[in-house]
Nanobody
């Protein structure tokens, strides 16, 4: 199983970016999908999660500015980031809880990360 994240880049404060993450491989089912981020010198922190039914939760720091969505048929999760701030600068990682066979437990998988830089 692989998670491929994309969409990062350089944006000015107040701007927008949309991140994408596609899960591929031998996948039977995906439960939750989400995004985390890690700024330089800081620990990785949770940003947002969406369950299979589409219910989403957000960290207080991004609530009202970011929106997570997913396409279950395409095994894809997006993060729409609006009103970006300098403090949103970080490497963003996608995460998914995936079942690869009927005999194995649910596993936690990570994407490779995509850099988001907010700077004027």
């Amino acid at each position: 199983v692989q998670l491929q994240a994309s969409g990062g880049g350089l944006v000015q404060p107040g701007g927008s970016l949309k991140l994408s993450c596609v899960a591929s491989g031998s996948i039977i089912a995906i439960n939750t999908m989400g995004w985390y981020r890690q700024a330089p010198g800081k620990q990785r922190e949770w940003v947002a999660t969406i369950n299979h039914g589409g219910s989403a939760t957000y960290a207080d720091s991004v609530k009202g500015r970011f929106a997570i969505s997913r396409d279950n048929a395409e095994n894809t999760v997006w993060l729409q980031m609006n009103s970006l701030k300098v403090e949103d600068t970080a490497v963003y990682f996608c995460n998914a809880n995936i079942k690869v066979s009927g005999y194995t437990p649910w596993g936690n998988y990570w994407g490779q990360g995509t850099q988001v830089t907010v700077s004027s």
